[in-house]
């Protein structure tokens, strides 16, 4: 069993910061990406950021220079640092994972259940 536990969302006035967390624990042998995916109201998921496990970063446009995605591979976790949010940035937050259970077998996403945050004055 594999689980993604998110944390960190919450209620934010515009303008604000807010820093989400996502742990992932139980059989696994390796994680290769791993990124944070929103869902607003009435929209489709969208990638926020990327980030794989070199190190290297992907962002949407609409968060770059207000986002940033970190992670630590000897925790299993991933990082989002969301500064100068606006109302538009209001959705559930899915952390997503692109991991190996063993040596053998081929790669696949997980997901974590969402975490709400919302940007309102």
């Known amino acids: 069993q594999v689980q993604l536990v998110e944390s960190g969302g919450g209620l934010v006035q515009p303008g604000g910061s807010l820093r989400l967390s996502c742990a992932a624990s139980?059989?696994?042998?390796?994680?290769?990406?791993m990124g944070w995916y929103r869902q607003g109201p009435g929209k489709q998921r969208e990638l926020v950021a990327t980030?794989?496990?070199?190190?290297?970063?992907n962002y949407a446009d609409s968060v770059k220079g207000r986002f940033t995605i970190s992670r630590d591979n000897a925790k299993n976790t991933v990082y989002l640092q969301m500064n100068s949010l606006k109302p538009e940035d209001t959705a559930v937050y899915y952390c997503?994972?692109?991991?190996?259970?063993?040596?053998?077998?081929?790669?696949?996403?997980?997901w974590g259940q969402g975490t709400q945050v919302t940007v309102s004055s």
């Open positions: 997503n994972a692109d991991l190996r259970r063993h040596s053998s077998w081929p790669p696949r996403d997980y």
């Open positions: 139980g059989s696994i042998f390796s994680i290769d990406a």
């Open positions: 980030i794989t496990s070199g190190g290297s970063t």
